[in-house]
Structures are given as C-alpha cells and as structure tokens.
C-alpha cells in the first residue's frame, strides 16, 4: 500500500500542475503513505524491523498475543519497492502541499527517522526520495537479497532465503507444529491447493518490481550509492549496475546455451533439439529457485511476459554502452592526432 500511495501521489502531484483541486488528493495520499510508515515501524511496540537480522519480518497475532516471525522471504523484501522520486518542479507551485509536508518534517521527527522522506539531492534533477525503509535499512536488506548463499541464484531471486534449507522455521501455534523450509520446486504441501508455492521459487513480478526499485534508487543518489554484487566476493557496483545484472540472470532462464537447452525446460532434448520445439519457448508461472526449471502453469503471460520488458532493457543497455565506447574511442583517436601533430612538423 505505501508503493501504491507514492504512485497517487505522484499522479495527483501532475494533475495539481493543471487543476489545484488535485493538491488536496495530493495530501490525502501523502498522509496515508505516513499512516502506512507509522503502522510499518509502531505496529506490536517496535514494528515489523528485525535489527538484528537487517530485514522487515510478519508478525502473527492471536487473541491477545503477538508473535514476531523472523523468517527470511520476500515479505521483508517488498517495504523495499516504495520508493518513489519526486522532481521539485512538481512541488514548488503548491504551497499548500508543501506546507503540510513541511509540517510533518517538523513536528513527526520520530517517524522521519525510520522512513526516507523527502530527502533532498540534486543529481539528476530528482529533487526529492520517498521511501518506507531508511537507507541504511535499505542497504542491509540488499545484503541478504544479493547472498547467493540466501536470495541470489543464477536465475534470480528467490521467494524464500535458502538459509532455511538448513535452518528451517519453526512454531507451535494453539498445539500444532508448524514449520517454513526452502522449498526451491514445486510444493511439497496441499497449501494453496498445492500448486503454487512461495517458500523457494522464482517469481518474476517480484524480481522485476525490485529491479525498478533499484534503478529508482541509482536514479535519485547516482554513483554515491554502491553495493557487492553478489554480496560475498562480488564486486562494488552502483544499483544501477546491480539491477541490469540482476535482469540478465533473471532473462537468462529462458536463453539457450551451446546445446540449445535453455534452464526453463530443464534439458529436455525436446524443445533443444526438435526442429518443431526448439523456439517454442513456454511461459512458466514460476522457476526452480536452485536450476531455473519452468514450474505451475506454462502459459502465464500475464506477468512472466515482463520477461519482454527485460530483455529490451538489457538491449539499450549494452546499446548505449556500445556508443559509449565508440565515443571514448574517437576521443582517444583525436587525443592521438593532437599529440603526434607537432612531430610530423619537426620531421617536416
């Protein structure tokens, strides 16, 4: 809910710039994006942060009773999609919005503690960052997300760290033992009728939802901001750079390697060899956490289609850095010319 506060927000902040009725909606969904933090950092006495494991976590309550449950899944990862920029030519013709924001700098000081709010830079001309988490709870959280040892496989990342696979959660609930493990396959449960599972897989809306949420972050803090991609022995690397390599492992699943196997159909001679399959490229519902194997339904346009979107990403990517290499080629060139000019004169 605070993503989709921050995105009615920004669409009522352009419609203010027409109409000044919106300036009002504007602030509606500003103070609810505040009620969201509030709920997000108070709820149980010390909200839904774990310090001690850098991550967001549920908390379960019955009658009276609140139980905090530190597992590891994409639950503690999604506060990490509210992100959201803010230029300053769309606040500076609206004194009223502005002078409820300012109030709120001024008078909730314990909550713009907790949350990125309207944090200012100048790069790139994003004015302002409205976000749930904190930066430095932001940067803990990407620690585990890139732990190929946790979240990082090669195909993504995962709906459930694989710190469970070893360390499976446990909890006695009214009598009943119940437990989480990393389950990176199909489900091995009738939960949810037993064909959907979140305890492992891959699942694209959630990967592409972070790697905007990456790009907002590059876009607004540029080089300043940098992380280990993978966390252990990879290198430094704007989240820029973190989000076009996360694309390409995510992409990956469905591209073929020198036999013709692409990791979605899970080396099925098939769809490698067969003249009539081979390019027949089937859109899986989720993907094997560990092997990227295409599982649940094969026809999931719906959102493993985003899968389009990516690649085009990538696309202009290595586009624009290919221009870049032509351009500091050329330079170098006239660097050249410029240099052996005076000698060619001496000869002469």
Same mark, same amino acid.
């Given at each position: 809910?605070? &993503?989709?506060?921050?995105?009615?927000?920004?669409?009522?902040?352009?419609?203010?710039?027409?109409?000044?009725?919106?300036?009002?909606?504007?602030?509606?969904?500003?103070?609810?994006?505040?009620?969201?933090?509030?709920?997000?950092?108070?709820?149980?006495?010390?909200?839904?942060?774990? %310090?001690?494991?850098?991550?967001?976590?549920?908390?379960?309550?019955? *009658?009276?009773?609140?139980?905090?449950?530190?597992?590891?899944?994409?639950?503690?990862?999604?506060?990490? &999609?509210?992100?959201?920029?803010?230029?300053?030519?769309?606040?500076?013709?609206?004194?009223?919005?502005?002078?409820?924001?300012?109030?709120?700098?001024?008078?909730?000081?314990?909550?713009?503690?907790?949350?990125?709010?309207?944090?200012?830079?100048?790069?790139?001309?994003?004015?302002?960052?409205?976000?749930?988490?904190?930066?430095?709870?932001?940067?803990?959280?990407?620690?585990?997300?890139?732990?190929?040892? /946790?979240?990082?496989?090669d195909?993504?990342?995962?709906?459930?760290?694989?710190?469970?696979?070893?360390?499976?959660?446990?909890?006695?609930?009214?009598? /009943?033992?119940?437990?989480?493990?990393?389950?990176?396959?199909?489900?091995?449960?009738?939960?949810f009728?037993?064909?959907?599972?979140?305890?492992?897989?891959?699942?694209?809306?959630?990967?592409?939802? #972070?790697?905007?949420?990456?790009?907002?972050?590059?876009?607004?803090?540029?080089?300043?901001?940098? *992380?280990?991609f993978?966390?252990?022995?990879?290198?430094?690397?704007t989240?820029?750079?973190?989000?076009?390599?996360?694309?390409?492992?995510?992409?990956?699943?469905?591209?073929? %390697?020198k036999?013709?196997?692409?990791?979605?159909? %899970?080396?099925?001679?098939?769809?490698?060899?067969?003249?009539?399959?081979?390019?027949l490229?089937?859109?899986?519902?989720?993907?094997h *956490?560990?092997?990227?194997k295409?599982?649940g339904?094969?026809?999931?346009?719906?959102?493993t289609?985003?899968?389009?979107v990516? #690649? %085009?990403?990538?696309?202009?990517?290595?586009?624009?850095?290919?221009?870049?290499? /032509?351009?500091?080629?050329?330079?170098?060139?006239?660097?050249?010319?410029?240099?052996?000019?005076?000698? /060619?004169?001496?000869?002469?």
């Amino acid at each position: 809910m605070g &993503f989709y506060c921050i995105y009615m927000l920004k669409i009522a902040l352009e419609l203010s710039l027409e109409d000044l009725v919106y300036e009002d909606v504007a602030s509606k969904f500003f103070e609810h994006f505040v009620s969201i933090a509030d709920a997000l950092n108070t709820i149980g006495g010390s909200g839904l942060w774990e %310090d001690n494991t850098g991550f967001y976590a549920d908390q379960l309550k019955v *009658g009276n009773e609140q139980t905090k449950l530190p597992i590891r899944s994409l639950v503690g990862l999604v506060p990490f &999609f509210a992100i959201g920029n803010i230029p300053l030519s769309k606040m500076v013709p609206l004194e009223g919005f502005n002078r409820r924001t300012q109030w709120f700098l001024n008078n909730r000081l314990d909550l713009a503690k907790q949350i990125s709010f309207m944090e200012e830079r100048e790069h790139n001309q994003a004015a302002y960052l409205l976000a749930l988490p904190t930066l430095e709870r932001a940067k803990r959280v990407l620690v585990r997300v890139f732990d190929e040892n /946790e979240f990082l496989s090669d195909y993504g990342i995962r709906s459930l760290s694989k710190y469970h696979k070893d360390h499976p959660f446990h909890l006695n609930l009214q009598d /009943e033992q119940l437990s989480v493990e990393y389950v990176p396959g199909e489900s091995t449960s009738g939960m949810f009728g037993g064909n959907s599972n979140w305890r492992g897989p891959i699942w694209y809306p959630m990967n592409f939802l #972070l790697i905007e949420a990456l790009e907002r972050y590059h876009h607004f803090y540029g080089d300043s901001l940098t *992380g280990d991609f993978p966390s252990k022995g990879g290198e430094r690397t704007t989240l820029g750079d973190c989000a076009y390599q996360l694309n390409t492992r995510l992409v990956s699943v469905f591209l073929p %390697d020198k036999e013709g196997h692409r990791p979605c159909h %899970d080396r099925n001679a098939l769809f490698a060899k067969d003249p009539h399959w081979k390019d027949l490229v089937l859109f899986y519902e989720y993907f094997h *956490g560990d092997s990227g194997k295409g599982l649940g339904a094969s026809h999931q346009t719906g959102w493993t289609a985003l899968a389009a979107v990516c #690649l %085009d990403d990538i696309g202009r990517k290595r586009m624009n850095l290919c221009k870049k290499d /032509e351009s500091d080629s050329d330079s170098d060139d006239i660097l050249e010319d410029e240099t052996e000019s005076p000698t /060619e004169e001496k000869k002469a």
